[in-house]
């Protein structure tokens, strides 16, 4: 012990210290604490540092504070140190910062009033905690009445609910919503609306029981215990309710700043109304009775409408209007006794003035004689042995008897009125079990305590000795179930202070004891006390400054009573004379007040209590005088045997405890006084319950819980698979003493502090691993903020090189465009100085070089000449050489040829002699000439070069002499030009001279232009700049206004587009208002329907008398049932209502009355209905015999008109027929001439079209036949028409004929003949005019044929000049030009003819219509309108084909009952229909329909339909639980709807069919009422279908979504107390997320199966969706263990695994997910940071589908789980409420579970055959015969 202790009193250790503001005061250790410590260093919360002394002796250590995860526990016992400083500190916290006014102290809840009105006592809120377990929701009062209701249901064994706390603690409001829990979920088991009377008999209680006070406003002044009576369905039946300790004392006096009854400034308010003139009254200050406090308003408070609330709650019980006022004429008559002055007549005596003016109205309201009343108000009768004598009576006492008989009359009519309350209440059923709530008063104790405190504190004792006995039984029967050894726990026990009360010889012996002496006063019977009990018991003392009082120790507080009036009181003393004069009142009800007390006394015979101040009326003897029955038994014995009576019935019950605390005394809302709080804490017994609860083991967890828990602090050894030998191995090495805890059954149960010590070891072993965690993570980041770091250097490196090295490139770019740029600016300079000296010197050398070039070409020109000359001598001379050396070498070579001709004829002569010898002389020779002429070639060729440099050197000098004289010339020339130049030189100097001063003006005047220029250029500049600043202005302008004009344009359209979307969204809702209030009233509908069939079954049984051949007709009716069935249920209901009208005499007559007063509206309505429909009828029939009379005027000429119409157009028939064999035979003519041309084809072709125009033309012919078989048969119909008309006055045409003898009458008939004549001209020549066109029509396409012939022959003789191949290639070009032509052709036909036959058909089924109704308006027997006429009229047989009689399946009408019994009634969805084709039934019904319809059955269509809907809704009534039987026929149903839009014949469901389909299309009748009616029945099977899905969900949805842990180990199990809350450990049979994904997949396969339509799927998937969203998220809000940051997690999860459940189905774009984003929402709320105001501004904005309470509410019962996690703080919630505070929304908290969206049911057309559906023999429909 000492080693927890030194562990748990350590630094920073949080612990409670007393103080006087506070009542307790949080402080810190600053230091260690160790054991030989006098004292311990604190430091408050404020920063205070203070030493606190420990008792030398005991040296009890403070209260130490609870681990914040506990605090705002919804169970106190849940607490680890249980304490008072921690229960009112936990209180303080829930009250304050969550707004949370329930707390649970084990099996007590306690209530403190908000004094505001709070928003959690809906509809919605029961609903939600309707079936709930406990502990399983936040703490609420209607979590106590579930809790009872449930026991008694389950135990068997009756139950209490004791509501207990000092005035305005809310006591009587948690008494009424405790009432009305029980109203709303049991019902009533009759339609006599009993709930409603037992919530009806509270205001009624609150008017004459209820008073302002200065503690509350709605005080109860009376004690009362309702006994709410169930049946064996635990429904209610009635109520019973005894009242205890009136207040009569407050009729004629209240305190400052109190009030009187209610009731009495009700009736002061109304004064002005009609029916209350006569009571004289008048405002609340004119009577005393009501004026003492001076208070008479009540802020808030409008008493007269109370009043009226009050007289609809006395109506609504049975007291009627004449006793109202009987009432209320008493309560006047005690408010003007009460204005009575009575003055002194002397010292002994008193009297009344004569006609009082109120003691005149008292008597007149009471029905007693002025003389009497006022008689006996100041004298009383005195009785001894022997004489009576009269006694006047002093004033005082004359007014104390006045106030006396006052409060004796209320305290009568209080009675009156609870007596006849209860018996409204009563009823004949037989009660099985019931359910009391006791409202009553709280321990009380004041400055001055009276009689009426004592009675109070007395009755709070024997309560509280009742609550400790209970308590103590509990917690033994707890340790005996779980076999723990079972100590005897010390408790309080309050049995002395009780047996000072009741025992003998206690007070309140003593005190009847003092009433009954002579002479008895307050000053003998307190020393009768102080003589009896001031030595004797501990409990009672005496004050030192007072001999007329005595304290009383009670279990709550010390209380001093002041002995002042205790004997007064306990007699209650009336005047036997008074009572006697209101006996013999005229005024029936006051004489019923004072009747025997045998009669009025309650119907159950126990006595209503009148103690103190109220009168108990009790049984009194029969044998003795009325007078002193009355008056046998005192206040305090009455009302403790009352006490002992209320003890025994909640001892035989099983109670359940509510206390109200009351915060403060200044009723301020949310205002919380500890001291105030404490002290009602310490009187009602909750402290005692902590104390009870800590002296044993009050921590109990069960073996998983612990596991679940504390798993940290165990090792992976530690852990073997039983779980509860692991927790005892754990719990041996955490705690060493083993008194600690102790082992159960199924639970382990701690002492006081143990789970506090548990959960510091657990927080420190957490600690260390959020350390080893931080650490890691801490070195995770510093590691990865350092490698960031590393990079981000080396990136800031990177880019700061490059930014030098750009840096430097950019720098030597420059340097190098320097460089350049320097290079061509002095290469531009150089340039411009070579170029412009290179100019100069190209001038100087041009007129050099022209000079020089002048010179030489003059040189030249004479060399040249000169070389001509010498050319042309020097060729004379070569020719004339030439010619000289010719001829001397021709005469040469002829003098050499004659020699060596000569010299060779020698040579031959000698040869030819001897040529040998020749040779050898000659052969030397040879060598030596030749060797002379290679000398001589050699020395010709060294001639000829010499000769040739001769000549050379000769033509150089020559030419270089020439060169000199040229030279020579020219510098005789230059000297000449010199001497011209010398002379030039003068006049070029003085040209120059002027010519410099003209370009120095000229300069100045450039300078003045480019001055001017400039300036001008400047100004331009200017202006330009100042026109652009202006144009950029302007375009700016331009800009921000195209910009403002788009901008407005685009709000415009965002503005537009946003409005359109609301007004699309806002009629998207009201369409979706409309259809969810149209399906309302459905709902409403059946639900009226089958209370009519529970109705007519209860008054059937109620009868006893059995009828046999009698059945009870459906009373299903759908809006177009015959009007005959509707009429005989209608009066089979009323015979069934007279023949039970006995019976029914028992039942509630509001019901019975609103039942005939609907039943009236409904016959007017019907009978207004059938006569509007009567005279529809008339007005029908009028018009149309109007319409035949003139249809019969006209029909004859139109009828001659036709015949002549017909015949003409037979003759052009022939004619145009005649015309187009002639053409054939000619073209047949042309071709056989041209029958070997290539073409001939063509012709043949051509041929095809006319047969093919011939054939049409016949068609049309049969079409004109059947159309003139129709006016045939009409002409034969109105001539059977004027036979009958004949045969029925056959003197009519007669005497017509001779009526028109008369000369005007003739006239008239000859003038109306012509006037026919001129209409049938005119008509034909309308018809004249169109056989013109159309002979006009076929001669042009006559013509076009000669054009196309004549066409095809050039083309013909064309090809035949072309070659072979391309003849081939034209041919076939041109073939298929004219097949395609030919085709469109065609194809244009065909559509003109689809067309035609489209409206042929039309006007076809026009005329039919038209002979089907003539017919039916001339028949006589009792066809229906939908009928053909047989006779005399014949139908017209327009000839159909096979198939159209096919989809079709004909029964006999006797077997319209087999057919709805084996195909609906007996057809189950589990065996027969699950190998059936989806929608079969549908399918079979229609093609049923479809017979009927075929042969214009209109009875038996109707007769069909409705069987088929009495049929389905009586099976849906049958086996509506059933999911799959009302699947199925809801897709059925559906199917059959369908079919009926699919073959209906409107086009806009016709559109999908095929040709085929359309064929089947229903004839003869318009079914679109009957669509409706089946619509309305698809929506009530839907809504069916919801129910019996939500039943079935419903179950799963809170464990499966909330409790159960889908991800194991995130959310931690926290600390319980008594209220176990439901585990969400995974046990055998709980359910999972899994459980209802499978139960989801199982909806959706089975409506799959059966063929629901995909959209009717996603619209119940989506309804399926919300549910679990809104029963999920209003769980959430009722349930702050839930609240976490864990939670948040696993719902998110849960969420996500339900949207994969849809993105598998296919079904995302349902609509599903966004039903879930509350949920999501919440969620993500349980999940986002609460600190800081983005923080806020963030969840405004993210929990938009959540409302502003819903979001408040989350944040404030968001609880820690781990003391790591941190709590919302106040200011937070506020910053959030302000930010929120604009929103427009609905204040309701939690959502509407019983909502359904509005159904839809879109067109889903069928794609198969009727025709090819088969029949199963297993339907047994064998009967059906396929047509």
Same mark, same amino acid.
């Given at each position: 012990?000492?080693?927890?202790?030194?562990?748990?009193?350590?630094?920073?250790?949080?612990?409670?210290?007393?103080?006087?503001?506070?009542?307790?005061?949080?402080?810190?250790?600053?230091?260690?604490?160790?054991?030989?410590?006098?004292?311990?260093?604190?430091?408050?919360?404020?920063?205070?540092?203070?030493?606190?002394?420990?008792?030398?002796?005991?040296?009890?250590?403070?209260?130490?504070?609870?681990?914040?995860?506990?605090?705002?526990?919804?169970?106190?016992?849940?607490?680890?140190?249980?304490?008072?400083?921690?229960?009112?500190?936990?209180?303080?916290?829930?009250?304050?910062?969550?707004?949370?006014?329930?707390?649970?102290?084990?099996?007590?809840?306690?209530?403190?009033?908000?004094?505001?009105?709070?928003?959690?006592?809906?509809?919605?809120?029961?609903?939600?905690?309707?079936?709930?377990?406990?502990?399983?929701?936040?703490?609420?009062?209607?979590?106590?009445?579930?809790?009872?209701?449930?026991?008694?249901?389950?135990?068997?064994?009756?139950?209490?609910?004791?509501? +207990?706390?000092?005035?305005?603690?809310?006591?009587?409001?948690?008494?009424?919503?405790?009432?009305?829990?029980?109203?709303?979920?049991?019902?009533?088991?009759?339609?006599?609306?009993?709930?409603?009377?037992?919530?009806?008999?509270?205001?009624?209680?609150?008017?004459?029981?209820?008073?302002?006070?200065?503690?509350?406003?709605?005080?109860?002044? =009376?004690?009362?215990?309702?006994?709410?009576?169930?049946?064996?369905?635990?429904?209610?039946?009635?109520?019973?309710?005894?009242?205890?300790?009136?207040?009569?004392?407050?009729?004629? =006096?209240?305190?400052?700043?109190?009030?009187?009854?209610?009731? =009495?400034?009700?009736?002061?308010?109304?004064?002005?109304?009609?029916?209350?003139?006569?009571?004289?009254?008048?405002?609340?200050?004119?009577?005393?009775?009501?004026?003492?406090?001076?208070?008479?308003?009540?802020?808030?408070?409008?008493?007269?409408?109370?009043?009226?609330?009050?007289?609809?709650?006395?109506?609504?019980?049975?007291?009627?209007?004449?006793?109202?006022?009987?009432?209320?004429?008493?309560?006047?008559?005690?408010?003007?006794?009460?204005?009575?002055?009575?003055?002194?007549?002397?010292?002994?005596?008193?009297?009344?003035?004569?006609?009082?003016?109120?003691?005149?109205?008292?008597?007149?309201?009471?029905?007693?004689?002025?003389?009497?009343?006022?008689?006996?108000?100041?004298?009383?009768?005195?009785?001894?042995?022997?004489?009576?004598?009269?006694?006047?009576?002093?004033?005082?006492?004359?007014?104390?008897?006045?106030?006396?008989?006052?409060?004796?009359?209320?305290?009568?009519?209080?009675?009156?009125?609870?007596?006849?309350?209860?018996?409204?209440?009563?009823?004949?059923?037989?009660?099985?079990?019931?359910?009391?709530?006791?409202?009553?008063?709280?321990?009380?104790?004041?400055?001055?305590?009276?009689?009426?405190?004592?009675?109070?504190?007395?009755?709070?004792?024997?309560?509280?000795?009742?609550?400790?006995?209970?308590?103590?039984?509990?917690?033994?029967?707890?340790?005996?179930?779980?076999?723990?050894?079972?100590?005897?726990?010390?408790?309080?026990?309050?049995?002395?202070?009780?047996?000072?009360?009741?025992?003998?010889?206690?007070?309140?012996?003593?005190?009847?004891?003092?009433?009954?002496?002579?002479?008895?006063?307050?000053?003998?019977?307190?020393?009768?006390?102080?003589?009896?009990?001031?030595?004797?018991?501990?409990?009672?003392?005496?004050?030192?400054?007072?001999?007329?009082?005595?304290?009383?120790?009670?279990?709550?507080?010390?209380?001093?009573?002041?002995?002042?009036?205790?004997?007064?009181?306990?007699?209650?003393?009336?005047?036997?004379?008074?009572?006697?004069?209101?006996?013999?009142?005229?005024?029936?009800?006051?004489?019923?007040?004072?009747?025997?007390?045998?009669?009025?006394?309650?119907?159950?015979?126990?006595?209503?209590?009148?103690?103190?101040?109220?009168?108990?009326?009790?049984?009194?003897?029969? $044998?003795?005088?009325?007078?002193?029955?009355?008056?046998?038994?005192?206040?305090?014995?009455? =009302?403790?045997?009352?006490?002992?009576?209320?003890?025994?019935?909640?001892?035989?019950?099983?109670?359940?405890?509510?206390?109200?605390?009351?915060?403060?005394?200044?009723?301020?809302?949310?205002?919380?006084?500890?001291?105030?709080?404490?002290?009602?804490?310490?009187?009602?017994?909750?402290?005692?319950?902590?104390?009870?609860?800590?002296?044993?083991?009050?921590?109990?967890?069960?073996?998983?819980?612990?596991?679940?828990?504390?798993?940290?602090?165990?090792?992976?050894?530690?852990?073997?698979?039983?779980?509860?030998?692991?927790?005892?191995?754990?719990?041996?090495?955490?705690?060493?003493?083993?008194?600690?805890?102790?082992?159960?059954?199924?639970?382990?149960?701690?002492?006081?502090?143990?789970?506090?010590?548990?959960?510091?070891?657990?927080?420190?072993?957490?600690?260390?691993?959020?350390?080893?965690?931080?650490?890691?993570?801490?070195?995770?980041?510093?590691?990865?903020?350092?490698?960031?770091?590393?990079?981000?250097?080396?990136?800031?490196?990177?880019?700061?090189?490059?930014?030098?090295?750009?840096?430097?490139?950019?720098?030597?770019?420059?340097?190098?465009?320097?460089?350049?740029?320097?290079?061509?600016?002095?290469?531009?300079?150089?340039?411009?100085?070579?170029?412009?000296?290179?100019?100069?010197?190209?001038?100087?050398?041009?007129?050099?070089?022209?000079?020089?070039?002048?010179?030489?070409?003059?040189?030249?020109?004479?060399?040249?000449?000169?070389?001509?000359?010498?050319?042309?001598?020097?060729?004379?001379?070569?020719?004339?050489?030439?010619?000289?050396?010719?001829?001397?070498?021709?005469?040469?070579?002829?003098?050499?040829?004659?020699?060596?001709?000569?010299?060779?004829?020698?040579?031959?002569?000698?040869?030819?002699?001897?040529?040998? *010898?020749?040779?050898?002389?000659?052969?030397?020779?040879?060598?030596?000439?030749?060797?002379?002429?290679?000398?001589?070639?050699?020395?010709?060729?060294?001639?000829?070069?010499?000769?040739?440099?001769?000549?050379?050197?000769?033509?150089?000098?020559?030419?270089?002499?020439?060169?000199?004289?040229?030279?020579?010339?020219?510098?005789?020339?230059?000297?000449?030009?010199?001497?011209?130049?010398?002379?030039?030189? +003068? +006049?070029?100097?003085?040209?120059?001279?002027?010519?410099?001063?003209?370009?120095?003006?000229?300069?100045?005047?450039?300078?003045?232009?480019?001055?001017?220029?400039?300036?001008?250029?400047?100004?331009?500049?200017?202006?330009?700049?100042?026109?652009?600043?202006?144009?950029?202005?302007?375009?700016?302008?331009?800009?921000?206004?195209?910009?403002?004009?788009?901008?407005?344009?685009?709000?415009?359209?965002?503005?537009?587009?946003?409005?359109?979307?609301?007004?699309?969204?806002?009629?998207?809702?009201?369409?979706?208002?409309?259809?969810?209030?149209?399906?309302?009233?459905?709902?409403?509908?059946?639900?009226?329907?089958?209370?009519?069939?529970?109705?007519?079954?209860?008054?059937?049984?109620?009868?006893?008398?059995?009828?046999?051949?009698?059945?009870?007709?459906?009373?299903?009716?759908?809006?177009?049932?015959?009007?005959?069935?509707?009429?005989?249920?209608?009066?089979?209901?009323?015979?069934?209502?007279?023949?039970?009208?006995?019976?029914?005499?028992?039942?509630?007559?509001?019901?019975?009355?609103?039942?005939?007063?609907?039943?009236?509206?409904?016959?007017?309505?019907?009978?207004?209905?059938?006569?509007?429909?009567?005279?529809?009828?008339?007005?029908?029939?009028?018009?149309?015999?109007?319409?035949?009379?003139?249809?019969?005027?006209?029909?004859?000429?139109?009828?001659?008109?036709?015949?002549?119409?017909?015949?003409?157009?037979?003759?052009?028939?022939?004619?145009?027929?005649?015309?187009?064999?002639?053409?054939?035979?000619?073209?047949?003519?042309?071709?056989?001439?041209?029958?070997?041309?290539?073409?001939?084809?063509?012709?043949?072709?051509?041929?095809?079209?006319?047969?093919?125009?011939?054939?049409?033309?016949?068609?049309?012919?049969?079409?004109?036949?059947?159309?003139?078989?129709?006016?045939?048969?009409?002409?034969?119909?109105?001539? *059977?028409?004027?036979?009958?008309?004949?045969?029925?006055?056959?003197?009519?045409?007669?005497?017509?004929?001779?009526?028109?003898?008369?000369?005007?009458?003739?006239?008239?008939?000859?003038?109306?003949?012509?006037?026919?004549?001129?209409?049938?001209?005119?008509?034909?020549?309308?018809?004249?005019?169109?056989?013109?066109?159309?002979?006009?029509?076929?001669?042009?396409?006559?013509?076009?044929?000669?054009?196309?012939?004549?066409?095809?022959?050039?083309?013909?003789?064309?090809?035949?000049?072309?070659?072979?191949?391309?003849?081939?290639?034209?041919?076939?070009?041109?073939?298929?030009?004219?097949?395609?032509?030919?085709?469109?052709?065609?194809?244009?036909?065909?559509?003109?003819?689809?067309?035609?036959?489209?409206?042929?058909?039309?006007?076809?089924?026009?005329?039919?219509?038209?002979?089907?109704?003539?017919?039916?308006?001339?028949?006589?027997?009792?066809?229906?309108?939908?009928?053909?006429?047989?006779?005399?009229?014949?139908?017209?047989?327009?000839?159909?084909?096979?198939?159209?009689?096919?989809?079709?399946?004909?029964?006999?009408?006797?077997?319209?009952?087999?057919?709805?019994?084996?195909?609906?009634?007996?057809?189950?969805?589990?065996?027969?229909?699950?190998?059936?084709?989806?929608?079969?039934?549908?399918?079979?019904?229609?093609?049923?329909?479809?017979?009927?319809?075929?042969?214009?059955?209109?009875?038996?269509?109707?007769?069909?339909?409705?069987?088929?809907?009495?049929?389905?809704?009586?099976?849906?009534?049958?086996?509506?639980?059933?999911?799959?039987?009302?699947?199925?026929?809801?897709?059925?149903?559906?199917?059959?709807?369908?079919?009926?839009?699919?073959?209906?014949?409107?086009?806009?469901?016709?559109?999908?069919?095929?040709?085929?389909?359309?064929?089947?299309?229903?004839?003869?009748?318009?079914?679109?009422?009957?669509?409706?009616?089946?619509?309305?029945?698809?929506?009530?099977?839907?809504?069916?279908?919801?129910?019996?899905?939500?039943?079935?969900?419903?179950?799963?949805?809170?464990?499966?979504?909330?409790? *159960?842990?889908?991800?194991?180990?995130?959310?931690?199990?926290?600390?319980? $107390?008594?209220?176990?809350?439901?585990?969400?450990?995974?046990?055998?049979?709980?359910?999972?997320?899994?459980?209802?994904?499978?139960?989801?997949?199982?909806?959706?396969?089975?409506?799959?199966?059966?063929?629901?339509?995909?959209?009717?799927?996603?619209?119940?998937?989506?309804?399926?969706?919300?549910?679990?969203?809104?029963?999920?998220?209003?769980?959430?809000?009722?349930?702050?263990?839930?609240?976490?940051?864990?939670?948040?997690?696993?719902?998110?999860?849960?969420?996500?695994?339900?949207?994969?459940?849809?993105?598998?189905? $296919?079904?995302?774009?349902?609509?599903?997910?966004?039903?879930?984003?509350?949920?999501?929402?919440?969620?993500?709320?349980?999940?986002?940071?609460?600190?800081?105001?983005?923080?806020?501004?963030?969840?405004?904005?993210?929990?938009?589908?959540?409302?502003?309470?819903?979001?408040?509410?989350?944040?404030?019962?968001?609880?820690?789980?781990?003391?790591?996690?941190?709590?919302?703080?106040?200011?937070?919630?506020?910053?959030?409420?302000?930010?929120?505070?604009?929103?427009?929304?609905?204040?309701?908290?939690?959502?509407?579970?019983?909502?359904?969206?509005?159904?839809?049911?879109?067109?889903?057309?069928?794609?198969?055959?009727?025709?090819?559906?088969?029949?199963?023999?297993?339907?047994?429909?064998?009967?059906?015969?396929?047509?």
């Amino acid at each position: 012990m000492n080693r927890e202790l030194e562990y748990m009193f350590v630094q920073s250790a949080r612990v409670w210290i007393p103080d006087a503001e506070e009542v307790w005061k949080s402080a810190e250790l600053t230091k260690d604490y160790k054991n030989d410590d006098a004292s311990l260093q604190l430091m408050l919360e404020d920063g205070t540092t203070i030493d606190h002394k420990l008792d030398p002796k005991t040296k009890n250590l403070p209260y130490l504070r609870n681990p914040d995860i506990l605090v705002g526990e919804n169970d106190l016992t849940a607490l680890s140190y249980l304490h008072e400083p921690a229960v009112l500190h936990n209180l303080k916290v829930r009250f304050i910062d969550s707004k949370l006014i329930y707390t649970y102290c084990g099996i007590v809840l306690v209530a403190i009033n908000p004094y505001e009105t709070l928003p959690i006592y809906g509809t919605d809120i029961i609903n939600a905690y309707s079936g709930q377990n406990m502990g399983d929701m936040d703490p609420h009062i209607f979590a106590v009445a579930e809790e009872a209701y449930k026991q008694m249901a389950r135990d068997e064994r009756n139950q209490s609910i004791i509501v +207990s706390g000092e005035s305005g603690a809310g006591k009587t409001v948690s008494a009424k919503y405790a009432m009305r829990y029980f109203a709303t979920v049991s019902g009533s088991a009759s339609e006599a609306n009993v709930e409603e009377k037992v919530l009806a008999s509270n205001p009624i209680m609150e008017a004459i029981g209820n008073a302002k006070t200065t503690r509350n406003d709605n005080s109860s002044r =009376f004690g009362k215990y309702i006994e709410i009576g169930f049946d064996n369905r635990y429904r209610i039946i009635g109520a019973n309710m005894r009242t205890y300790l009136l207040e009569k004392s407050r009729v004629v =006096f209240q305190a400052d700043e109190e009030r009187n009854y209610h009731i =009495f400034y009700q009736l002061c308010a109304s004064a002005n109304q009609p029916e209350f003139k006569n009571l004289r009254l008048s405002t609340a200050n004119d009577f005393l009775y009501t004026r003492q406090g001076r208070s008479p308003v009540i802020e808030g408070v409008d008493d007269a409408k109370e009043l009226r609330t009050t007289r609809h709650a006395f109506t609504l019980l049975g007291i009627n209007e004449s006793y109202q006022i009987g009432l209320f004429q008493v309560l006047a008559a005690i408010l003007h006794l009460g204005n009575v002055e009575i003055k002194d007549r002397d010292s002994d005596s008193s009297l009344i003035a004569p006609n009082n003016r109120h003691l005149t109205a008292f008597c007149e309201l009471v029905g007693v004689t002025y003389q009497d009343m006022s008689q006996w108000l100041c004298h009383r009768k005195l009785k001894t042995a022997t004489e009576t004598y009269i006694k006047p009576l002093p004033r005082l006492q004359a007014t104390n008897a006045r106030d006396a008989l006052s409060k004796h009359i209320y305290a009568k009519l209080f009675n009156w009125i609870v007596e006849h309350v209860n018996k409204a209440l009563v009823t004949n059923i037989k009660q099985h079990s019931f359910i009391g709530v006791l409202d009553i008063y709280g321990f009380e104790t004041f400055e001055i305590n009276s009689f009426e405190q004592f009675c109070i504190n007395y009755a709070n004792e024997k309560l509280q000795q009742q609550f400790n006995m209970h308590v103590f039984k509990l917690e033994q029967e707890e340790y005996m179930k779980e076999q723990i050894p079972w100590t005897l726990i010390d408790f309080y026990d309050n049995q002395p202070c009780i047996n000072l009360i009741e025992a003998k010889m206690g007070i309140l012996d003593l005190l009847d004891e003092e009433c009954k002496m002579p002479k008895g006063s307050d000053d003998s019977w307190a020393q009768k006390l102080y003589n009896t009990h001031l030595k004797t018991c501990s409990l009672f003392e005496k004050p030192r400054m007072s001999n007329r009082a005595f304290i009383i120790q009670h279990f709550a507080d010390k209380v001093e009573y002041q002995c002042e009036g205790f004997l007064e009181k306990n007699k209650d003393t009336v005047n036997e004379e008074q009572i006697h004069v209101l006996k013999a009142s005229k005024f029936n009800l006051l004489v019923e007040l004072f009747q025997d007390e045998e009669k009025a006394t309650t119907p159950t015979g126990q006595v209503p209590g009148t103690g103190g101040r109220t009168r108990l009326s009790i049984k009194p003897d029969k $044998g003795r005088d009325t007078s002193s029955k009355e008056h046998k038994k005192t206040v305090g014995c009455q =009302f403790r045997n009352s006490l002992q009576m209320l003890m025994e019935t909640l001892n035989a019950t099983t109670p359940h405890y509510v206390r109200c605390i009351k915060p403060n005394d200044f009723k301020l809302a949310f205002s919380f006084d500890p001291k105030r709080a404490v002290q009602q804490l310490r009187a009602c017994g909750v402290l005692e319950t902590i104390r009870i609860s800590a002296a044993g083991f009050p921590s109990r967890w069960t073996y998983q819980e612990f596991f679940s828990r504390y798993r940290v602090l165990m090792k992976q050894k530690d852990v073997l698979p039983d779980k509860k030998l692991t927790c005892k191995n754990v719990l041996e090495k955490l705690v060493q003493d083993q008194d600690k805890y102790q082992f159960g059954k199924t639970k382990i149960f701690f002492r006081a502090g143990q789970v506090a010590y548990l959960e510091k070891l657990r927080a420190d072993k957490l600690r260390a691993a959020c350390i080893r965690i931080q650490k890691t993570i801490r070195c995770w980041l510093a590691r990865k903020k350092y490698l960031r770091q590393r990079s981000a250097a080396i990136t800031i490196q990177r880019f700061t090189r490059g930014y030098q090295a750009r840096c430097l490139a950019k720098f030597m770019r420059r340097t190098q465009a320097a460089t350049i740029i320097q290079k061509y600016q002095r290469m531009c300079v150089e340039r411009k100085r070579f170029r412009q000296k290179q100019a100069a010197a190209l001038a100087m050398q041009t007129i050099l070089r022209a000079y020089m070039a002048r010179q030489k070409y003059q040189a030249l020109l004479r060399e040249h000449k000169a070389v001509i000359i010498q050319k042309h001598v020097r060729g004379w001379l070569a020719r004339c050489w030439y010619k000289r050396c010719l001829e001397a070498i021709v005469y040469l070579q002829c003098c050499i040829r004659r020699m060596r001709a000569k010299r060779e004829l020698k040579k031959l002569k000698i040869e030819a002699r001897s040529v040998e *010898h020749f040779k050898k002389l000659n052969k030397g020779m040879e060598n030596k000439i030749m060797q002379l002429q290679r000398k001589i070639d050699e020395q010709n060729k060294d001639n000829r070069v010499i000769s040739e440099r001769l000549v050379s050197l000769e033509s150089s000098y020559a030419s270089e002499s020439e060169r000199m004289r040229g030279e020579l010339g020219r510098l005789r020339g230059v000297e000449e030009d010199a001497k011209n130049k010398a002379n030039q030189v +003068s +006049s070029l100097l003085e040209e120059l001279e002027k010519l410099r001063k003209e370009l120095s003006v000229t300069q100045q005047e450039k300078k003045t232009i480019e001055d001017w220029a400039q300036k001008y250029r400047d100004e331009m500049e200017k202006m330009v700049s100042e026109l652009k600043d202006q144009n950029g202005l302007l375009k700016k302008e331009k800009d921000d206004l195209n910009r403002m004009i788009q901008e407005q344009s685009q709000q415009m359209t965002e503005k537009m587009t946003r409005a359109i979307a609301q007004e699309t969204q806002q009629l998207e809702t009201d369409l979706n208002e409309e259809r969810s209030r149209y399906q309302n009233l459905l709902t409403e509908h059946l639900r009226l329907e089958e209370k009519y069939d529970d109705l007519k079954e209860e008054l059937a049984q109620s009868k006893n008398v059995s009828k046999p051949g009698h059945r009870r007709t459906d009373s299903t009716h759908s809006s177009n049932e015959s009007e005959y069935t509707y009429n005989s249920e209608y009066a089979e209901l009323e015979d069934g209502s007279r023949v039970g009208e006995d019976v029914t005499r028992g039942m509630d007559t509001s019901l019975t009355l609103k039942l005939q007063k609907r039943v009236t509206e409904l016959e007017q309505e019907k009978q207004s209905l059938r006569n509007e429909l009567e005279n529809r009828e008339e007005q029908f029939q009028r018009a149309r015999a109007r319409d035949d009379a003139q249809f019969r005027k006209a029909r004859g000429a139109e009828l001659e008109y036709e015949s002549l119409k017909r015949q003409e157009l037979e003759s052009e028939n022939k004619k145009l027929r005649h015309n187009l064999a002639e053409m054939r035979q000619s073209l047949l003519g042309g071709a056989a001439a041209r029958a070997g041309a290539p073409g001939s084809p063509a012709y043949k072709v051509l041929l095809d079209q006319l047969n093919a125009s011939c054939e049409e033309l016949q068609v049309r012919k049969e079409e004109v036949l059947i159309l003139r078989s129709q006016l045939v048969s009409q002409k034969e119909a109105l001539h *059977h028409k004027d036979e009958k008309e004949t045969m029925t006055e056959p003197s009519v045409f007669a005497q017509d004929v001779n009526k028109l003898k008369d000369a005007d009458e003739l006239k008239q008939a000859y003038v109306g003949l012509k006037d026919t004549n001129r209409l049938l001209e005119q008509q034909l020549q309308t018809q004249r005019r169109t056989y013109d066109s159309e002979v006009e029509s076929l001669r042009g396409e006559l013509q076009n044929v000669k054009e196309e012939n004549n066409r095809q022959q050039q083309l013909l003789a064309q090809n035949l000049q072309l070659p072979p191949e391309a003849r081939i290639e034209a041919s076939l070009q041109h073939e298929i030009t004219r097949l395609t032509n030919e085709n469109l052709d065609l194809m244009e036909q065909l559509e003109k003819q689809d067309r035609t036959i489209r409206k042929l058909k039309k006007q076809l089924k026009v005329y039919s219509k038209r002979i089907g109704e003539m017919g039916a308006g001339h028949t006589e027997g009792q066809t229906s309108p939908g009928q053909m006429v047989e006779e005399p009229i014949h139908p017209v047989n327009i000839p159909r084909r096979e198939k159209d009689f096919q989809g079709m399946l004909e029964y006999k009408k006797e077997d319209e009952m087999k057919l709805v019994k084996n195909l609906i009634l007996e057809l189950k969805p589990r065996g027969v229909a699950v190998n059936l084709i989806p929608g079969l039934p549908a399918y079979i019904l229609f093609m049923c329909l479809r017979h009927s319809d075929y042969v214009n059955d209109d009875q038996k269509v109707r007769t069909l339909l409705t069987s088929t809907i009495n049929s389905i809704k009586k099976i849906l009534k049958k086996r509506g639980d059933d999911f799959e039987t009302v699947s199925f026929w809801l897709a059925n149903t559906c199917r059959f709807l369908h079919c009926l839009k699919q073959y209906s014949g409107d086009e806009v469901f016709m559109k999908h069919n095929t040709s085929r389909q359309n064929e089947h299309c229903l004839s003869n009748f318009d079914l679109a009422e009957y669509r409706q009616v089946i619509s309305d029945l698809a929506i009530q099977i839907y809504q069916q279908l919801v129910k019996c899905m939500e039943n079935i969900l419903q179950p799963m949805i809170v464990s499966g979504m909330l409790e *159960h842990e889908t991800i194991q180990g995130v959310s931690g199990v926290k600390p319980t $107390g008594l209220r176990k809350r439901t585990s969400s450990i995974a046990d055998e049979g709980t359910y999972t997320l899994d459980s209802i994904l499978r139960q989801l997949s199982a909806f959706h396969s089975t409506m799959c199966q059966h063929g629901t339509d995909p959209e009717l799927i996603k619209q119940v998937v989506k309804q399926l969706f919300y549910i679990i969203g809104a029963v999920t998220l209003n769980n959430l809000l009722l349930r702050k263990d839930m609240c976490s940051w864990s939670k948040g997690m696993q719902i998110r999860y849960n969420v996500s695994q339900l949207e994969e459940w849809l993105r598998d189905k $296919g079904l995302m774009n349902c609509g599903a997910k966004e039903t879930l984003e509350p949920l999501i929402q919440a969620a993500q709320l349980l999940q986002v940071k609460k600190k800081t105001d983005e923080d806020a501004e963030a969840i405004c904005s993210m929990c938009h589908a959540l409302t502003t309470a819903q979001i408040v509410k989350v944040l404030n019962l968001y609880t820690p789980v781990n003391e790591f996690e941190e709590r919302v703080s106040v200011s937070f919630i506020r910053t959030i409420q302000t930010r929120l505070r604009d929103r427009c929304e609905s204040p309701q908290l939690l959502m509407d579970t019983k909502m359904i969206y509005p159904v839809t049911f879109p067109f889903n057309p069928s794609s198969l055959a009727l025709e090819t559906i088969q029949i199963p023999t297993s339907l047994n429909l064998s009967f059906l015969t396929r047509v």
